[in-house]
């Protein structure tokens, strides 16, 4: 929500926006950290095809399309991406389900938030940001050369002026905070309120809004019974981003997962047979099957089926033993997963964790069915993953989307928590401004919800 207080007589006392976020969650279990994302990649992400649910790049997104955050995911104070390096593609970005994204460096991408939404960007921005068919909350750290648009109201907070141009429309009041000077065309409309900590060399078009500035007001055009107040200076309190340290929140305990996966004893076994790779689940009591494999079992395999018994959560080891130099290699090719016992292969794809101790490499051609955990790896996959993606880096999405069946199975052997990480994005107090203003005429509260 974001709202606006006057005393009775005039002052404007509080200016607040509230977080685009829930507040910071405790621990992640592993079934947390599984569950809550479709992609965990520790270096950069290249995604050029839908990912269904939330993802996360300890680098820099090179490419991107939609991330959709479907509904049904579980819940999470993470938003449907968050980036600990920059966004550095000039493409299109779509965001569903009233997603957010934090990026903790620059960005240059173009992102849509679809029926509402937030954008977090810490460095520079010179990508358009846009909400529609919902509220918004937008905030630029750094320098904006960004056009940015609100649908139905909300919040934009920049943190170093703006060059470019700013919209706020749809019959809800928005709130506008630019620490620095604007030269762009401003839009202020249905009484949006725009405190500026500086002067305008562009066009503010007030609409029946409310400006108070700093330096110079400028060209104010299509006033509308709008107010104009000028203030020594504004005291505009920057949004923070808690997206913690990447390293202690993924990559430390996912690796150390994998190792910990690894060190378990197989109770079940695999079998190539007409080139067929059949898992035959031997399950303990509690419903855990441990396969412990190598990659020349799929030499010359063009099929997999599982025969899974009463088993809850398959976990199979998988070692590449034809390693060069440390350069580990798996390319399954036309590697098809078929029905086996059950209906359809990604019927079974939530209880299966693949556990690629070594691979460094992963090329994968046809749909791959279950969650895969790689540490080490830079994977690219031509076709759907069914499952959750845990990989060093993801190279190429060629034409391959991630789907959102998170792995649901047990973590035999291992803690029951990871150490102890950051929510996505929290914008600290929000977009928050403490601006003592004397009104020479009597006005009515301003009230905007987001």
């Known amino acids: ?13 509080l200016l607040t926006a509230l977080v685009a976020g829930p507040a910071r969650a405790g621990p992640l279990s592993y079934s947390a950290l599984f569950g809550q994302f479709n992609a965990i990649i520790f270096g950069n992400f290249d995604a050029s095809s839908e990912i269904e649910g939330r993802a996360v790049a300890g680098g820099n997104v090179t490419r991107g399309t939609n991330f959709q955050t479907h509904t049904g995911l579980a819940a999470s104070s993470f938003g449907a991406l968050s980036v600990y390096g920059n966004v550095s593609t000039p493409g299109n970005l779509n965001v569903g389900n009233a997603g957010n994204v934090a990026i903790a460096g620059s960005n240059t991408a173009s992102f849509t938030m679809n029926t509402g939404g937030s954008a977090y960007v810490g460095g520079t921005n010179s990508g358009n940001l846009t909400v529609s068919g919902g509220p918004g909350t937008l905030a630029v750290i750094g320098a904006n050369s ?38 762009g065309t401003l839009s202020l409309n249905d009484h949006t309120t725009l405190s500026l900590n500086g002067s305008n060399t562009g066009t503010i078009q007030l ?23 000028q203030q020594s200076a504004l005291n505009l309190t920057a949004p923070t981003s808690t997206l913690g340290n990447f390293a202690t929140t993924f990559q430390i305990p996912l690796t ?39 990659t020349s079992l799929f030499a010359g395999a063009s099929s997999v089926t599982f025969s899974l018994g009463s088993a809850t959560s398959v976990i199979i080891n998988v070692n590449v033993d034809s390693c060069v130099s440390n350069v580990c290699v798996f390319s399954p090719g036309s590697l098809n997963f078929t029905q086996g016992a059950v209906q359809r292969s ?10 690629f101790v070594n691979a460094t490499t992963l090329n994968l051609t046809n749909e791959f069915v279950g969650s895969i955990l790689a540490p080490k790896a830079a994977v690219t996959n031509a076709n759907a993953i069914d499952g959750t993606l845990v990989a060093a880096s993801d190279t190429s999405f060629s034409t391959g989307e991630l789907h959102s069946h998170p792995y649901t199975g047990s973590f035999p052997g291992t803690p029951t928590a990871a150490p102890e990480p ?21 006005h009515h509260p301003i009230a905007a919800s987001n």
């Open 1 to 13: 929500m974001i709202r606006i207080i006057l005393d009775t007589a005039g002052t404007l006392v």
């Open 146 to 183: 960004g056009a940015m648009t609100l649908s139905n109201g909300g919040s934009v907070y920049l943190g170093s002026g703006t060059t470019a141009s700013l919209t706020a429309s749809g019959g809800t009041a928005a709130t506008l905070a630019i620490n620095g000077n604007t030269s």
């Open 207 to 229: 609409n029946g809004g409310a400006l108070i500035y700093s330096g110079s007001a400028g060209n104010v055009t299509n006033v509308n019974g709008g107010t104009q107040t």
């Open 256 to 294: 150390a997962l994998s190792t910990q996966l690894n060190g378990l004893a197989a109770n079940s076994t695999a079998t190539l047979s007409s080139g067929n790779v059949n898992f035959h689940a031997k399950p303990d009591s509690t419903g855990v099957a441990v396969f412990d494999v190598n």
């Open 346 to 355: 990604t019927d079974y794809a939530s209880i299966v964790l693949w556990n």
């Open 422 to 442: 950051a929510s996505l994005i929290v914008l600290g107090s929000g977009c928050t401004a403490l601006v003592v203003l004397h009104r020479r005429r009597r």
